[in-house]
């Protein structure tokens, strides 16, 4: 078997996405995601100028060859956009292999480890008593872990608290970057007051969440951290930017709070100081970013050795290509955590159909051979690609500041 063509596929069916089409000699084919949001076509270029190239006529079977191929044999290494690239063709080579051996991905990574599949999904609000309502309701839908966020009093509404600012559910296309504005000193008196409410409302029995989303300085993340460990959050996530790894050193000598980090990791080498040093207690890789299904288990397994757990990055610009091998690892691995989802358009699952499925809080990979998603390219060719931006966030004098 040899790989005779490889497609790419933009289109923005409410979203931008990246998908690679694997096509075989003997017209077995398997799809990857390569989606780098607000930067989709240098996705594409880079596939399409210097790997799709240098694939054709070779052995789909040989993964990890490939994979070492496409990353050492770069000599520029690693970055959201060349792991994107390695993800979206690592993630077709494992369908393939997957169909040909007429099994489910899982099974090639060593079978089921858990019956299924925890996630976590998203609350926000304007206000806290919008945000209580809104986790009393999923909790009611069956959700047993829920991140909660508030808006900050006096500012206009930023991620994740009131209407969305990215290219969202609901078809908003944003050609330009929309800016937010953030208050670091008005954020941390307001969350521990949102968590008092919530654990008033939910009790002791729901795994409750917060994403900072990089916004703070360690000293900062570590006085947020306990003020929030009597609500015994499942964790923090992202409480500083993640590039200085040796800042998480001092938010762990001050709470016991649980941390989360990583979605804007890109290899095992970006968070070496943080596992071999135990600073976090949750990995939040994913597949598409993190150069795809051998780049993702080579992270957790490394983990694994830390007593690091998984929380794959789930949210809507994940496609359900990625989100689908998402979770055929985390069904596999040991040291599985959690896995975030926010869901999928009407839009995204007709261009998408999978056989992995969602109910009430919990998340299984169908037994279909290969990762179990494919892609209608009629219903792509209906979405033509829009271009979009995530947003910026500047303090009130006007600085700019990690979003």
Known sequence: MKINEIKVIVASPGRNFVTVKVITDDGLYGIGDGTVNGREKAVVAYLEDHV???????????????????????YWRRGPITM????????ALWDIKAKAAGMPLYQLLGGRSRDKVMVYKHVGGLEISEVVEGVLALREAGLEAIRAQVSIPGLPPIYGTGPSTDQAAGGMVRPMPTEEVWATHK????????????RDAVGWDV??????????????????????EPYRLFWLEDAIPAEL??????????????LAVGEVFNSVFDL????????????RVTSVHAGGVTGLKKIFDFASIYHVRSACHGP?????????????VDVAISNFGIQEFTGYTDATREMFPYTWSYDRGYLQPGEAPGHGVDIDEAVAAKYPYAPAYLPIARLEDGTMTSW
């Not at 795994?207 to 929030?228: M, Q, S, W, Y």
């Not at 809507?316 to 055929?328: F, K, R, W, Y």
């Open 84 to 91: 994107a690239a390695i993800g979206a063709i690592d993630m």
């Open 316 to 328: 809507m610009d994940v496609s359900p290509v990625a989100m689908g091998c998402n979770i055929h």
């Open 272 to 283: 070496t100081t943080l596992i071999t040093e135990q600073l976090i207690d949750y990995i």
């Open 187 to 198: 954020y941390l008196p307001l969350v521990p007051k949102l968590f008092e409410k919530l």
């Open 52 to 74: 799709i190239p240098t694939l054709i006529g070779k052995d789909p079977m040989r993964t990890e060859d490939i994979w070492q191929y496409l990353y050492k044999g770069a």
């Open 207 to 228: 795994h409750l969440l917060h994403d900072v989303h990089h916004r703070l300085t360690p000293i900062e993340a570590a006085r947020l951290g306990k003020d929030l």
């Open 245 to 258: 790894q040796e800042g998480f050193r001092i938010i762990r000598q001050h709470t016991t709070q649980p």
